[in-house]
Structure formats: structure tokens, C-alpha cells
């Protein structure tokens, strides 16, 4: 019958090569520790990238920054449309000397949604993998 190895924690107890930790003090495997400082730490950037190219093989997006617009047909890169009028906002900043005419900029730029550049239509769908 083969001995299993033993190994030697920092606390001086010896354990059977086959736990994960020691028994007494609970410190991980020498192993599972040099493993773990092997293995270089991914940023925060990196992790948001790994995600996203999770998420985009999840719901089978095939290009990231291609749409399809249901209206047209059209395939390709969106354009960003701003909301509301660039006339109204030149009155606010005007009239208002600047207060409302600022909220009302923000407003006009912030979550603008995918448009398709020929029609102008505003929901476009992300262009996904077609089905084998």
C-alpha cells in the first residue's frame, strides 16, 4: 500500500497531502497558496472587459458596436442623436442666464440610446449571431 505524502503546516502539525488546509489551524495547502500568488491580480478594467465579452457570447452579440435597425434593414456602426431641440436650449441659457439652460444640456446628452444614421430611427438592436 502506497503512502500518501505528508506535509508540514506553519503551526508544526503534519497532515496528509490530500487536504486542502490544515486540520488545526485552518492555513490553505502550501500548494493552493503558491497558486494563488502565482496568478497575476486582473484590474479593474480588465475584469470589466472579461465580463463584457462574457455577456456578449451569453446573448450571442456578434459585433459590440454594430447594430440592426428593425425600421430600414440597416447593419452597421450607430450614431448618437441628441433629445430634444437645440433651440429651446439656446432660450434657456438666455432667459435663465445659465441655470436651467445647464440642466437642460446635461439632460439632452446623457443616455442616448443607439439610432441608425439613414433613418434616424431610435431602437436599434445590437446585431447578434445568426443560429447554426
Excluded at 23 to 35: D, G, L, Q, S
Aim: some cysteine.
Amino acid at each position: 500500500m502506497a503512502e500518501s505524502k505528508k506535509v508540514t503546516c506553519k503551526c508544526g502539525r503534519t497532515y496528509p497531502d490530500k487536504f486542502k488546509e490544515c486540520p488545526k489551524c485552518r492555513e490553505p495547502h502550501p500548494a493552493i497558496t503558491a497558486k494563488k500568488k502565482a496568478a497575476p491580480h486582473e484590474t479593474d478594467e480588465q475584469k470589466k472587459m472579461r465580463r463584457e465579452a462574457e455577456y456578449r457570447q451569453f446573448m450571442g452579440i456578434k459585433n459590440p458596436g454594430l447594430v440592426r435597425c428593425p425600421n430600414c434593414g440597416y447593419e452597421g456602426p450607430p450614431t448618437k442623436i441628441n433629445k430634444g431641440s437645440g433651440w429651446i436650449e439656446i432660450i434657456l441659457w438666455l432667459v435663465t442666464f445659465g441655470i436651467i439652460g445647464v440642466v437642460y444640456s446635461i439632460w439632452r446628452r446623457t443616455n442616448l440610446p443607439p439610432a441608425c444614421p439613414d433613418c434616424q430611427w431610435l431602437h436599434c438592436a445590437p446585431l447578434r449571431a445568426t443560429p447554426n
